[in-house]
């Protein structure tokens, strides 16, 4: 009976939650130390004798830890499997633990201006034309275009502006021919024909569409590595703004871009930096990926941060604490600043996600200025305790002063700095504190 009332007690208690959520994968850095409170009846070791694993052994373990916490310290490069069990006996939960060598990044916070050309032209809405016979006609419609697909090719000619597109629609027009138009899909890729129709206004053959090949707007640089230096940065999925499609990467840029003033957040209505490009030709760097933790590529060059000059360590999310942390972003022209904000609740994650901090901005003088998260800080790179843990990634609507942030393993990943795990979708619960306008084409 004492022993059902010991394993009922424990199942209530907040440290059963804890250890219950805690990932079936986590990542340690070499040199860091994973923190748990274990208390009986709990038990945890590292298993010994799984030879499907490339075993790392731990300082002082097994332990039965009495009402105090658990160090987990990595001694190599590897992989182990570490059990929870009730009792010593009782498996409870099971965590593989890998240990990773310690990386260290440049802080971004820089102001950059995102240029980012789609793979095709995506279509954003129907335009009916009006023709000879004075009938407004949608053939694209009629056909079964739909907003949200992307015109790979035209009669077989890869398409990537939206001047290409109307001249190879009208050449066919004149030469009485339709087109046939290779669509990209969800579902996959399809082939579609379609009748161009003379417009009485253009004297020109169109099909009816309004499409876009670009998107650009104003974000912040997360980090870079030194060496390599690939870089991160917006820490979300850049989509289009009409159709909340993912843009596919065909070829991109970053420039270094000023923040010339600030539209405050408030209830409801998320702020916004009012960025401008700075010499928009002088390339800053490349963009090869258009992900759901942001955009990356490698820079140039260098890029000075005043405030951290040197490289400093990421830390994991088993280090992030709830607590004080700081956030640098720029709030007027090219300066970067640093802001004070408070970690709120960390969701540790198995499986890539967004969410993956809550943050709350405490710094009386960003809020004065801005309201607190607003448009184009995505990607403001967060500090705790001397080291990178994640980036500003969305403002909640209802409160500018909170938002969420994601973790820098993520990240890592998705530049290839470190492996890949895996991926899910964010949930779309909030908006982007990225800034990105439309490039409207027809």
């Known amino acids: 009976m004492l022993i059902i009332s010991a394993i009922f007690a424990f199942c209530l208690s907040p440290q059963f939650r804890s250890i219950y959520g805690l990932p079936m994968h986590i990542r340690i850095i070499e040199g860091e130390t994973a923190l748990f409170d274990v208390n009986l009846p709990l038990t945890v070791n590292v298993r010994q004798d799984d030879v499907s694993i490339r075993v790392q052994t731990y300082e002082s373990l097994p332990i039965i830890a009495l009402s105090r916490p658990v160090s987990l310290e990595p001694v190599k490069l590897g992989q182990s499997t570490v059990e929870f069990k009730l009792f010593g006996i009782i498996p409870f939960r099971t965590v593989q633990v890998d240990v990773l060598p310690p990386i260290k990044l440049i802080p971004g916070g820089h102001s950059i201006g995102v240029v980012l050309r789609s793979q095709g032209v995506i279509v954003v809405g129907n335009s009916p034309v009006l023709n000879m016979q004075g009938q407004y006609v949608t053939p694209a419609k009629d056909a079964g ?17 939206d001047t290409q597109v109307a001249e190879i629609i009208d050449e066919s027009g004149k030469s009485k021919r339709s087109v046939d138009i290779l669509l990209k899909r969800t579902e996959g890729q399809q082939h579609v024909s379609v009748s161009p129709a003379l417009c009485h206004d253009t004297k020109r053959y169109r099909i009816g569409l309004f499409v876009r090949d670009s998107a650009a707007g104003v974000g912040t640089l997360s980090f870079y590595e030194p060496e390599s230096k690939i870089y991160g940065a917006l820490g979300h999925i850049i989509t289009d703004s009409d159709t909340n499609q993912p843009i596919d990467c065909e070829q991109g840029k970053i420039v270094l871009a000023t923040v010339s003033g600030i539209q405050q957040g408030k209830r409801g209505h998320p702020g916004e930096k009012i960025g401008v490009f700075i010499e928009e030709d002088q390339l800053l760097g490349n ?4 992900t759901p933790f942001g955009i990356y590529g ?35 022209g090219q300066t970067i600043e640093q802001f004070t904000i408070e970690i709120q609740k960390i ?6 996600e967004s969410k993956g901090l809550v943050i709350k901005v405490t710094d009386p003088k960003l809020i004065e200025k801005t309201g607190g998260i607003v448009q184009g800080m995505s990607g403001s790179p967060i500090i705790q305790n001397g080291k990178i843990v994640g980036a500003v990634t969305h403002v909640f609507v209802h409160d500018p002063t909170s938002g969420y942030g994601c973790f820098v393993d993520w990240m890592l990943m998705e530049s290839g700095i470190i492996p890949k795990k895996g991926r899910q979708t ?3 619960l909030f908006t982007f504190s990225g800034s990105f306008y439309a490039l409207y084409i027809f």
Request: no cysteine; proline share 8%.
């Open 287 to 290: 963009i090869s990926k258009n």
């Open 145 to 161: 275009i739909a907003i949200g697909d992307v015109i790979i090719s035209i009669n077989g000619i890869p398409v990537q502006s």
């Open 298 to 332: 490698e820079l140039n060059s260098k890029l000075l941060n005043e405030r951290y000059p040197q490289a400093i360590p990421i830390a994991s999310m088993s280090q992030i604490q709830v607590g004080p942390a700081e956030m640098l972003t720029v709030v007027d």
């Open 347 to 352: 969701n540790l994650q198995e499986a890539p």
């Open 426 to 428: 964010a949930r779309k």
